[in-house]
Nanobody, 124 residues
Framework: QVQLVESGGGSVQAGDSLRLPCAAS????????MGWFRQAPGKEREFVAS????????YYTNSVKGRFTISRDNAKNTVYLQMNSLKLEDTAVYYC?????????????????WGQGTQVTISS
């Protein structure tokens, strides 16, 4: 069983950048597909990005393509979400997710492991 801990959230202005690391422990990190989801107030948790076990393939929701980059370092048991050109609508709690069966294309409530979330707030 893997434990996930996100960090790196904060309050920034529109156009700024943030990088969110998610550190994993308690499991063989390279066995897990990893992803990032976010949840804004009053909205359902939504997919943001995911990465395959080797890091060879990445997937993004349309609204973040070209601005966000997901990556992983299997030697450090860490997945990252680099967020550039942040917009007001990116404000949300960002959650790291892991599943040995996959993340991309799956509803969030079918994904096995979650971090506690980190708040990202974008202001004008």
């Amino acid at each position: 069983q893997v434990q996930l801990v996100e960090s790196g959230g904060g309050s920034v202005q529109a156009g700024d950048s943030l990088r969110l690391p998610c550190a994993a422990s308690g499991g063989a990190f390279s066995r897990y597909y990893m992803g990032w989801f976010r949840q804004a107030p009053g909205k359902e948790r939504e997919f943001v990005a995911s990465i395959t076990r080797s890091g060879g393939n990445t997937y993004y929701t349309n609204s973040v393509k070209g601005r966000f980059t997901i990556s992983r370092d299997n030697a450090k048991n860490t997945v990252y979400l680099q967020m550039n050109s942040l917009k007001l609508e990116d404000t949300a709690v960002y959650y790291c997710a892991a599943d040995p069966a996959g993340v991309y294309g799956r509803r969030w409530n079918f994904i096995a492991y979650w971090g506690q979330g980190t708040q990202v707030t974008i202001s004008s």
